[in-house]
């Protein structure tokens, strides 16, 4: 095993109510070179049109855009499912979306992001849960630690609604347990500081 | 890791698998997609890798088809994405309207509602008498429900409003009875749709169109596999044909793209140039 193994290549991230508000925080701190593509799934109306990409591209140092179906993610970039469709990750790092049946209520879902993400990047993924008031995620959660990679679940008590991050740690504790339950403010920072330490670190060798 | 692997190459067996017993060629469907479905049938089935799955669909005709059901997303609404069907109304019929005969190509039908929703389209333009509709699926049993016309009836509060919002100009009420808790669609819409198999992987084209709608479909297909089909409705359509895709799919990845023109971008109706290609 190389110590390439470790370089993380992609950050998901799932948000429900009160994400617009809380991807925002999580988004803004992260410079325009960021090293990963960001891939997030936010519950939206299946009206929702493309408002939100619009309005976190305004505020972000980072290009967001609304993901299209077989466009190559990039970092520098961060991709969000269009409303109503669900979005997955092929393994050969393009997007692809799908009209299936939702999951557990939500179209598009975080776990179905998740899922397919460790299918296309393992362990070298960073996976993060913000508020919510489902639990939606909660699964993927649980599977990106099974393969190995990293979570991050906003503290429920800075969540505008908690059950979201709730149920994600709940989803791994006991055995594993997440890696960081960090407040909304800290996300990004801290986000931007480890991605920052593994990823420069490995290339410096 | 090594799990996963495996089971990459578990599926790829089993897509090589269907296509060898049963002609379905599913090698060239986006993988992620696929996967998720292949492993949601897995576990419904309580088995538990690919291979298990594999040596039972070989053996046992009634589970590939519960298995084919699964692998084919037949999601649909009437009048979906009604902006769309205001562009065929205002936009497409009209521009048919004097050919003496229109041929219209549905493909990736699956149960029909927007077959019957086109049928409904040209009663209102008074073109459904000289139009033979052609709607395909893979799937015979989604084909056989189509021909049917029954639909639920939990679902007619948003078909019609979907039908107003696209811009209907009759009661919506008209074209269908209730009979406890479905709608039967009115039979005088079927009587020029003709339903049948076509597989947009390994089919060809078998007629010249006027217009083709092929919605929702192309997004579970790779580039290639998007290619081929972008081709072959390319070849079946007339000059000055139209052709209308699903809202998130594009001609942009196709060597097809310079053949058309965008008559509606957000609605994702092309129309095929009217000249020679080159």
């Excluded at chain 1, 948000?15 to 519950?43: E, K, N, R, T």
């Excluded at chain 1, 460790?118 to 993927?140: E, H, M, Q, V």
Aim: include cysteine; proline fraction near 3%.
């Amino acid at each position: 095993m190389s110590q390439r193994e470790n370089q993380f290549q992609a950050v998901v991230i799932g948000a429900s109510a009160g994400g617009i508000h809380a991807l925002q925080q999580v988004l803004m701190p992260l410079p325009a070179d960021f090293p990963l593509p960001i891939i997030v799934v936010q519950h939206l109306h299946p009206d929702a049109g493309a408002y939100l990409p619009q309005l976190l591209d305004n505020k972000c140092q980072l290009k967001v855009k609304q993901a299209d179906e077989k466009e190559f993610v990039q970092a520098g970039w961060v991709y969000l499912a269009p409303p109503a469709y669900h979005l997955l990750i092929e393994e050969d790092h393009s997007l692809s979306l799908s009209l299936e049946a939702p999951v557990s209520y939500s179209r598009p879902s975080v776990d179905v992001l998740f899922e397919s993400a460790i299918f296309a990047y393992g362990k070298r993924l960073i996976g993060i849960i913000l508020t919510g008031a489902n639990s939606d995620g909660a699964l993927g959660i649980k599977k990106i630690k099974q393969a190995g990679g990293y979570v991050i679940v906003q503290a429920p008590e800075t969540a505008e609604a908690d059950a979201m991050p709730k149920a994600a740690i709940a989803a791994v504790a006991g055995n594993q347990a997440v890696d960081k339950i960090l407040a909304l403010d800290q996300i990004g920072q801290y986000l931007l500081q480890w991605v920052n330490r593994n990823f420069l670190g490995i290339r410096m060798k | 890791m090594q799990n996963l692997e495996n089971q990459n190459i578990e599926l790829q067996l089993l897509l090589q698998a269907i296509y060898l017993k049963y002609g379905y060629d599913f090698r060239q469907y986006a993988k992620a997609s696929i996967k998720r479905r292949v492993l949601y049938h897995l576990e419904k089935h309580h088995l538990s890798n690919i291979s298990q799955m594999q040596h039972r669909l070989l053996h046992d005709v009634a589970f590939f088809d519960s298995l084919l059901l699964d692998m084919s997303v037949n999601v649909t609404e009437m009048f979906r994405d009604p902006a769309c069907y205001r562009v065929l109304r205002k936009e497409v019929l009209p521009a048919l309207k004097d050919f003496p005969h229109i041929k219209i190509w549905h493909a990736g039908c699956a149960t029909g509602e927007e077959v019957y929703s086109m049928a409904i389209l040209l009663k209102e333009m008074g073109l459904y008498e000289r139009t033979q509709i052609y709607a395909t699926d893979i799937n015979e049993k989604v084909l056989k429900q189509a021909k049917e016309g029954v639909f639920p009836i939990s679902r007619l509060r948003q078909y019609t409003q979907n039908y107003q919002k696209a811009g209907g100009t009759e009661s919506f009420s008209d074209y269908y009875h209730a009979q406890y808790e479905h709608v039967v669609m009115d039979r005088k819409l079927r009587k020029n749709i003709l339903f049948s198999d076509h597989n947009l992987a390994t089919d060809n084209v078998f007629g010249e169109m006027h217009l083709i709608l092929c919605r929702n479909v192309l997004i579970y297909f790779d580039r290639g596999l998007q290619n081929r089909v972008l081709n072959l409705f390319d070849e079946a359509l007339i000059k000055s044909g139209f052709l209308c895709l699903g809202s998130k799919e594009s001609l942009n990845f196709s060597t097809v793209t310079e053949h058309f023109d965008v008559i509606a971008k957000t609605e994702k109706v092309y129309r095929k140039k009217n000249e020679e290609k080159t």
